[in-house]
């Protein structure tokens, strides 16, 4: 098979112009836009918008295609959250893997007490109970429009005739190969001769292609009972895993009410607990505002410091947070006006503060990483999804269910698995956050939704901790600076997560606003990348823009629909 790439506006090639002339005298109307980690999921989605389907049957479409071009993030053994917004409601859809039955507070804890991270990594213990099969598909159930089987026949098409590898997947094959190559069944199929297929090798997955087919037929229950189950149990405890049929057949996704804020003007929606993206997001925003972001000019690095201290306040409100079933500290509480007022007003100007000082939940009355992906879809009415997914770190566990032929996560490791020490993102985390059977574990995954009257912007990242700050940065660059989308995604970024009490620049990072935050007594260091950020906007006039962020391998595009 061809790629199809010719028709595609690729990467982050600024296409405002060529989304206005779609829409412009000659009367033909947009359908709307895509931007993903993936050409060959993009032209899912597409596929899916011009059979005449909506946001959500397009993001769908191209989640199932990730979960086969993109095996690192893309998948049915991992978990993932949406946010969508139609008809001018938005909800929120949680499909975060959940921890086994058999699961225990100290599972990955040595007899001494030390954890031992290669438990949470590696090998099917650390997976949890995988959420994308039924997710996915609840999602096209409330949401979609198009037959589901028709939703679900591109990535079929793709597993069946095949796809050639890119450069981008043949790179993180080998990265990976240590980690795939512990397991035969994975090596059979990711490193055949021992090596990472080369780029253009075309790759064909008949037995993903015989599950999806499986799972266009009976929807999530063909991968959650009868063989399929029994073959990921089987492989689970082949390799020291606890997975049973019981945690199979019984994971259910949850709708939840999305974080709602305003900033600058706009109404913001992202992803509520379980994971903390939303919240970290709207903590963000909220205190940048109050602290006048906006009238200190673009270059000057006062905005940097802004956003590193809220980093720090917000990160530290992060330690307290977990499985909403479990969690005491409330998004409402965090994000209160009056305690965000108080936290902004403890910013000092002239100098850093300490992460050593930034008490978790301070002021509460009483109290590239590559891994993941995200993708953004908006369609012809303005409807939108926003979605990310994972298997955490890339290619999960390592372990290939052979029977199905997809991966398990390895999402167990977002688990505090022992609080206060780091995990993979070196995320300190707390009590609330701790393993617990049936539990879902934090996230900082922030699908998220902005919008202000008919003008609607779809946006989100990968990266673990990188995500809300990526995805806070990009969101300021449009609605307070005004930039296109296509620069908003590229400009350098920064990051900041509370511990380490360090600023991660990106080395476009200008040198002199990293001076000028180490003269306020900042520890600056560099970081490579910050987040991938993915992100189409659907302006009031009609007019589409769409950006992959040129960090990744991503694409983007504008389907222009058909002639009303
Ligand atoms: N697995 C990374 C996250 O959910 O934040």
Known sequence: MRRRLAALPLLAVPILALAAALTGADGVRTAGAVAAADPLAVEAGFSALRAGGNAADAAVAVALALAVVHPEAGNLGGGGFAVIRQGGEVRALDFRETAP????RDMFLAPDRSPVPERSLVGPLAAGVPGSPAGLYELHRACGRLPWRDVVAPAIDLARRGFPVGEHLSRSIEDKADLLSRFRETSRIWLPRGHAPRPGTVMRLPILAGTLEAYARRGPRAILEGPAAEAIVRASRRHGGILTARDLAAYEPVWREPIRFEAFGWEIASMPLPSSGGILLGET??????????????DDAARG????????????DRFLLGDPATTRASAAALLAPARLDALAAGVPRERASLSRDAEPGSLLP?????????LSVVDGDGDAVAMTVTLNGNFGCGLLVPEVGFLLNNEMD??????????LWGLVQGEANAVAPGKRMLSSMAPTIAWRGRDVLVLGSPGGSHIPTATAQVLLNVVVDGDRLSGAVERPRIHHQWLPDEVAAEPAWPDEARRALEALGHRVVEEDRIGEVHAVRRRADGTIEAAADPRGPGASGVEPGRRP
């Open 285 to 298: 925003l909220g205190l940048v505002e109050r602290l006048g972001y906006d009238e200190i000019p673009r």
């Open 366 to 374: 009483g109290a590239e990483r590559r891994e993941t992906t995200h």
């Open 305 to 316: 410091h802004l956003l590193v201290e809220a980093w720090r306040r917000a990160f530290a």
């Open 414 to 423: 977002d688990f505090a698995t022992a609080p206060g020490r780091p995990n």
């Open 101 to 104: 039955a058999g699961a225990t």
